[in-house]
């Protein structure tokens, strides 16, 4: 395994601590993993934006499309760029506040029991062989960490926000992502 997790942060990555998290709560057990996909601005790849905004440092002049969202306080555990770059921003033992108004499996308020994984990209988009490279290495030391977490668990944004969200949207190939996770040695259990 590429990966190990110590002490909520995961080994040989790069590191960028957001202030936009907070304690779970006390009974929490962390059993769901959320894949989503960000771009900013919207359909345009690279740059420090998506440090920026979940720092919440985004200049809402550099882009028409920032004064919509630079005073959002937004976070998640991963970003995977196009790449295959992983950038942690939150402790795995901390909340993200990535889910917003969720629910899985009659539980609402994902961010409480979940991880989320942001791959740069666009709901419309498909994703590099770089980020599913990634994204299955960080998903299988996530799930050593957190052994609640099966296949079973996985699931988009667009399935715990219907109607709200989309990502990571139809270009997201869930069959490619599970291969490589297999080969990765993830848990085997079946979604």
Known sequence: MKYQVQSGWLSGVRRVPSPHC???????EVDLLVIHSISLPPGEYGGAYIDEFFLGHLDMDAHPYFSEIA???VSAH???????????YV??????????????????????????IELEGLDTDTYTAAQYESLAEVSAA???AYPAIDKSRITGHSD??????????PGFDWQRYFDKLDQQGGNSREA
């Open 22 to 28: 907070n304690s779970r709560p006390d009974n929490a």
């Open 71 to 73: 005073t959002l306080q």
């Open 78 to 88: 991963f970003l995977i760029d196009r790449n295959g770059r992983v950038t942690q």
């Open 91 to 116: 402790p795995l033992n901390e909340r993200a506040w990535h889910a917003g108004q969720s629910e899985f499996c009659g539980r609402d308020n994902c961010n409480d029991f979940s991880i989320g």
């Open 142 to 144: 996530i799930m050593e």
């Open 160 to 169: 715990i926000a219907p109607g709200r969200k989309l990502d990571p949207g």
